[in-house]
Structures are given as structure tokens and as C-alpha cells.
């Protein structure tokens, strides 16, 4: 029931306030530089990837932290761009502790599947001595660290949202996250369900759109002939350019809307105190 009064509060408050969608589509042309090099040199786009990617590591708590007064304010109402840059300032410090520490846990946590699925394949294909014993051990090295993983997002994923709405320390937010969630498992479940759907959603299209953009070397096109997919590829500057821009204007509005949506499932179940 809060889910789906959540998802009519968001699009009630999205129409009030689009400014939301001119927002994060700031955010989504950081892809543009990037996919339009790829479209002519797959070395370079890589690059200009990487090096957009440290930007956003740095922009990212005080793009969060504004994003969510913006949409506390459209639930309520109408929302403006000034509040977007004082809760961006007023709270960055705080977002970005805990988002360099959820960085950090993601990075270990991401090395250790990497490890265990590399182990676990050479047990398993005979690339070493074969080992059931290894097998087992290094599958449930794997699985633990995907769980581990799966389990530091879901419980502290509305840190952010304690820190901002309820003017907490980085600490208190991801204490008040997990308490948050730890009470209502069965509704931050379901949001998680349609969060995820759209940004699967969004990771396809965005692939799809990378795929598309990468020149394709001389003389695959008579190998891969068979593959629709290779053939359409690629699609040149002006369609790397389009395309991309389809990306941004897409995502733009799917992140405002999950904007208003996760501040207002919050809202509904947080503790009192």
C-alpha cells in the first residue's frame, strides 16, 4: 500500500515540478563526452569514461543530497533550484563519508566474487587439480560475498534520505537507514523490486546504446555477419550523439521520478524517533 501510494505521489509531484527531470538530466550528459569518442575512438571514450567517472565520485553526495530536499519539497508542493544547492552544501559532507565507505566495502566485496568465481571455475574446469572440496569452499566464498554485498544496500540505502530529511550525522543516517528498514522488510522489498526493474531497464538501454557507438574494427562485419546486432552496428557520430541524448532524456525522467518515489516510501515508514 505505501509502494503504490508512493508511485501516485511521485508522478502527481514530478508533473507539479520537471525542474527534478532538467536536474538529473544534468547528471546523464557527463555520458555524452564519453560515448561520443567511443564512436570514433573506443581508447579514448574509455578515458574520458574513467575520468568522468572520478568527477561523479566527487559531485555525486552533493547531486543526492540536493535531489532529495528537491523532492520533499515537490511532494509538499513546489520545489526550486536554491534548494538544491543550499541541502547539496548544507549535508555533502556528511553523503560523502559514508559514500567513500560504501565505495570501500563495494570494492572488497566486488574483488572477493571475482576471486572465489575465478577459483571456483578453475576447480570446477580443470584449469588446476580438480577439487570438490575447493569447488564448495570457494562457491560459498562467492555467495557470501554477493549477499554481503546485496545486504549493505538494502539496509542502509535511505542513509542519505535520514541525513537530509532528519538532519542527521553520517553515522545516525546509516543507523536510522537500518532501523528503517529493518521494520518495514516487506515494503522496502517491493520498492526495491520496481527501483531495481527500472534500473535494469535503464542498464539495458544504456548498453544497448554503448554497443552502437563503438566502431566496429575493419573486416568483422564479413565474420560476424550473422549477428543483427553487429550488423547494425555502428551507428556513426550524429547517431552516437542521438542516441545518447535518448539515454539522457530517458533516464532523466525515470531518476526524477525515483527521486520523489524513494524520498516519499521513506516518509511513510520511518521511525518517530
Known sequence: MVVLQAIQTALSSLRRNPILVGIVAVIGLFQLPSLVAQSTNPLVGG???LGASGILLVVTPFFVGGLIAMATEAIDGRTRFGTFVAAGKRNYVSILLVYLGVFAVNLVLGFVIVFASIATAAFGFGWTEPSTVGIVIFAALGLFGILAYLGVFFFIQFYAHAIVLDGMTAIEGVKKSISTVRQNLLTVFGYNLITGAGGIGLGV???VVSLLATPMPAGQAE???????????????????????????????????????STAVYRSIRPAF
Open 47 to 49: 578515458l574520458i569514461s
Open 205 to 207: 538501454l544504456a548498453s
Open 223 to 261: 565474420t560476424t555477419a550473422a549477428t543483427v546486432l553487429t550488423e547494425f552496428a555502428s551507428v556513426g557520430l550524429a547517431g552516437s550523439i542521438a542516441l545518447t541524448l535518448v539515454v539522457v532524456v530517458v533516464s532523466a525522467f525515470v531518476g526524477g521520478f525515483f527521486a520523489i518515489f
